[in-house]
């Protein structure tokens, strides 16, 4: 009898502790839901409803004679009705890459019977030849947007305001857009159903909300922001740049509010200052991983929506696994996240104590 007590408690114990490790893990995520809510934004002040009004009765017929960038696939879009406009921040140099994404997740033409349309964007290249290459690939493909800039890390900002104004102007009937880099997996039928059960139609403003983020006044660094272009001591809650969801509505109105914004200020920065300028709050998910790479696991990237950091051979790899029309029980799913979410953080504490390493042999050598 007292055998059987002492098996009893033992279970209980280990069930107990079982128990406690589950929620300490999603405990982070719930407080991060939580306090990463940014607060709703008022528009009830003049210049945010101006803005929300010419957003509402902005006319792009004029817009299309004075493009100042390339457009190799605005037939593709004009007249469809497109559920998901996917843009990728791409580098010109990097055609490899492109021909990965369109083998693996970004093939997409529809999920659950909506449209997808996948485009890439991007700046001119500094070689001639890169150029004629990119040519050819727009010929073939029809899927590049390109800017008449120079593609470098200080036009990002640049980038991701002519992805905004091309989807104003030859993209009108995409309900959503997803803006992400070229680095990421995209679990798309995870964000579909997503967007699908959402109620709120319009100020669909979505991503991994960073709050707080301060300017880097370091007059060396590429990203440094003058502080007579941005004053505040903080930026405006935005969404991480490597993957965030607008609806329509919200690049018409961040379009509009884009005049007069420093183009000093990061690319998502830019983004979230036109965005608190038009009256919208950024949603958070913690779905999105922001600059994180998630550590690998079927069931786990069938249910988030994005990864960052992707090597080529996981691309493939990992797009085959979760596309093998296997579906994840809510146990397989639940337990798959904790998987992930154990195999990442020991992931960055490893490389944490490698970086530390190579820090102190860099110092030892100086």
Not at 278 to 292: D, L, N, V, Y
Request: some cysteine; overall charge negative; proline content about 5%.
């Amino acid at each position: 009898m007292t055998l059987c007590r002492l098996r009893t408690h033992q279970w209980c114990f280990i069930l107990f502790n079982v128990l406690l490790f589950h929620v300490l893990l999603f405990g982070a995520d719930l407080l991060e839901e939580y306090f990463l809510r940014s607060l709703p934004l008022s528009y009830t002040d003049a210049k945010t409803l101006k803005i929300r009004e010419r957003a509402r009765q902005l006319n792009t017929d004029p817009l299309k004679a004075n493009l100042s960038y390339t457009v190799s696939s605005a037939a593709t879009c004009s007249n469809q009705e497109i559920f998901l406009l996917i843009l990728i921040s791409s580098s010109p140099e990097n055609r490899t890459r492109r021909n990965v994404i369109r083998q693996t997740w970004g093939n997409m033409t529809d999920t659950r019977g909506y449209a997808v349309l996948t485009l890439f964007a991007l700046g001119k290249p500094a070689s001639v030849t890169t150029q004629l290459e990119i040519n050819e690939e727009s010929q073939e493909h029809r899927d590049i947007i390109e800017g008449s800039f120079i593609d470098s890390p200080e036009m990002q900002t640049q980038k991701i305001l002519m992805s905004v104004e091309w989807t104003v102007i030859f993209c009108p009937h995409a309900r959503y857009i997803l803006k992400t880099d070229e680095d990421m997996f995209v679990s798309i039928p995870s964000l579909a159903e997503y967007l699908l059960s959402l109620t709120q139609l319009e100020d669909i403003y979505i991503g991994r909300v960073i709050h707080q983020g301060v300017p880097d006044r370091d007059p060396k660094s590429p990203s440094f922001v003058p502080i007579h272009q941005y004053p505040e001591e903080f930026y405006p809650d935005y969404c991480d740049g490597s993957a965030f969801i607008m609806s329509q509505d919200v690049a018409r109105k961040v379009f509009v509010a884009s005049k007069g914004v420093p183009g000093s200020v990061p690319p998502d920065v830019f983004i979230g200052i036109c965005a608190k300028k038009a009256g919208i709050t950024p949603i958070h998910s913690s779905r999105f991983s922001g600059e994180k790479h998630i550590s690998y696991n079927r069931c786990c990237y069938k249910f988030i929506f994005t990864s960052s950091n992707m090597k080529e051979d996981e691309l493939f790899k990992d797009w085959k696994e979760t596309s093998d029309g296997k579906d994840c029980s809510l146990l397989e799913t639940y337990y798959s996240l904790v998987s992930c979410k154990v195999l990442t953080y020991i992931g960055k504490f490893k490389q944490f104590n490698l970086d530390g390493i190579k820090n102190e042999v860099l110092h030892f050598v100086n």
